[in-house]
């Protein structure tokens, strides 16, 4: 059975290990060591408005949401900054499912929407896509 709970620090061992597995293989083919994603968690979670999730099967932490609670003129938003299924659950249902926890357990928390972005033509474009997000189109993400 999928359930979601908040992400912790007893969790990051496996956290780290589910990150680096899943995004060094096909398509991402990341190289990061264990210690700058472990660093990339400790931001995260030493942020004030950090909001992270755990997907668990049964026992088994088989996804992982890293993000924060972002204010706007029309409340607050859960924006995620990482979104990871198990590369060999993916496909499965997993992330739908995870997605749908999530959305009830921000509006339980008085969050009204979730926001993100992802690399155009990556499968996660058709994934949030199939699962009710929609592109904004007078918005661009720039960086400097």
């Keep these: 059975m999928m359930k ?9 061992p496996q956290c780290t290990q ?10 991402w083919f990341d190289n990061d060591s264990m ?7 400790m931001n995260h979670m030493n942020n004030n408005y950090f909001v992270g999730y755990v997907l668990l099967d049964d ?10 609670s972002k204010p706007w003129i029309r409340g607050m938003e859960y924006y995620i900054d990482q979104f990871v299924i198990e590369y060999g659950s993916q496909g499965k249902g997993y992330g739908s499912k995870f997605i ?3 959305d009830t357990d921000i509006k339980n928390k008085g969050m009204n929407a979730i926001i993100l972005n992802t690399e155009k033509g990556y499968p996660a474009e058709k994934f949030y896509l199939k699962n009710g ?12």
């Design 4 to 12: 979601i709970r908040n992400l912790d620090i007893n969790d990051l």
């Design 100 to 102: 749908e926890l999530i």
């Design 18 to 27: 589910l990150f680096k597995d899943t995004f060094s293989k096909e398509p």
């Design 35 to 41: 210690e700058d994603i472990k660093m990339l968690f």
């Design 133 to 144: 997000f929609r592109i904004i189109d007078n918005v661009i993400v720039l960086g400097k």
């Design 59 to 68: 026992s088994k932490i088989v996804g992982l949401s890293l993000g924060f």
